[in-house]
């Protein structure tokens, strides 16, 4: 029996449960869904296949949703818990949770008195600005970058970021210590 079969043979035993756990008999189910009571005794029964048109008005008669009636599986909880960690006055909010390979990180960059002094380390980097104004400096280049615009960048060759201006900067940012390389598509296919 496949999946669906089987998903499909239990909705009559539980909508059967459902009606007598809540006391309800089958004429006054009939009366409040407009379904009629040899419909519902089959449903119950198995000898009618459940449809959509069928278990919505039981759904919104007992007061719950299709997943209860069709025992779906739970989806699991889709919140995803984000703990920020500030480093030197930059929040850095985690985004992929893999010990190796390219990490992923929404940075919110607060404004940074003095002068920008360029790093340079093993990876390889990609910036997207989600909101305010970045500056990077990338050897002997100085960037502006805009909300849209990304760059990326081997973080072996001397580099610092941080607001363009007096305003906080959000960006996303993808690292991957090996080098690992971060592709982006700018123009689509055909042109």
Same mark, same amino acid.
Do not use: C, N
């Given at each position: 029996?496949?999946?669906?079969?089987?998903?499909?043979?239990?909705?009559?035993?539980?909508?059967?449960?459902?009606?007598?756990?809540?006391?309800?008999?089958?004429?006054?189910?009939?009366?409040?869904?407009?379904?009629?009571?040899?419909?519902?005794?089959?449903?119950?029964?198995?000898?009618?296949?459940?449809?959509?048109?069928?278990?919505?008005?039981?759904?919104?008669?007992?007061?719950?949703?299709?997943?209860?009636?069709?025992?779906?599986?739970?989806?699991?909880?889709?919140?995803?818990?984000?703990?920020?960690?500030?480093?030197?006055?930059?929040?850095?909010?985690?985004?992929?949770?893999?010990?190796?390979?390219?990490?992923?990180?929404?940075?919110?960059? $607060?404004?940074?008195? &003095? *002068? /920008?002094?360029?790093?340079?380390? =093993?990876?390889?980097?990609? %910036?997207?600005?989600?909101?305010? @104004?970045?500056?990077?400096?990338?050897?002997?280049?100085?960037?502006?970058?805009?909300?849209?615009?990304?760059?990326?960048?081997?973080?072996?060759? $001397?580099?610092?970021? &941080? *607001? /363009?201006?007096?305003?906080?900067? =959000?960006?996303?940012?993808? %690292?991957?210590?090996?080098?690992? @390389?971060?592709?982006?598509?700018?123009?689509?296919?055909?042109?």
């Amino acid at each position: 029996m496949s999946d669906l079969e089987q998903a499909l043979s239990a909705v009559g035993p539980r909508l059967r449960a459902l009606r007598q756990d809540r006391g309800t008999t089958l004429a006054a189910l009939s009366q409040e869904t407009g379904i009629s009571v040899s419909t519902l005794s089959r449903l119950e029964s198995g000898a009618r296949r459940p449809s959509l048109e069928l278990l919505l008005p039981i759904a919104r008669a007992h007061r719950v949703s299709l997943d209860d009636l069709v025992d779906a599986p739970p989806v699991g909880d889709p919140r995803v818990d984000l703990r920020p960690v500030t480093r030197h006055g930059v929040v850095h909010v985690p985004l992929s949770r893999r010990s190796e390979g390219i990490q992923a990180y929404k940075l919110i960059i $607060p404004p940074r008195p &003095g *002068p /920008a002094e360029p790093q340079a380390h =093993e990876g390889y980097e990609w %910036f997207y600005v989600l909101d305010g @104004r970045l500056r990077l400096v990338l050897a002997d280049r100085d960037l502006v970058l805009e909300p849209g615009e990304a760059a990326e960048f081997d973080t072996r060759v $001397p580099h610092w970021f &941080g *607001p /363009a201006d007096g305003e906080p900067v =959000e960006l996303l940012s993808l %690292f991957g210590r090996q080098g690992e @390389r971060a592709h982006l598509r700018a123009r689509p296919r055909g042109r």
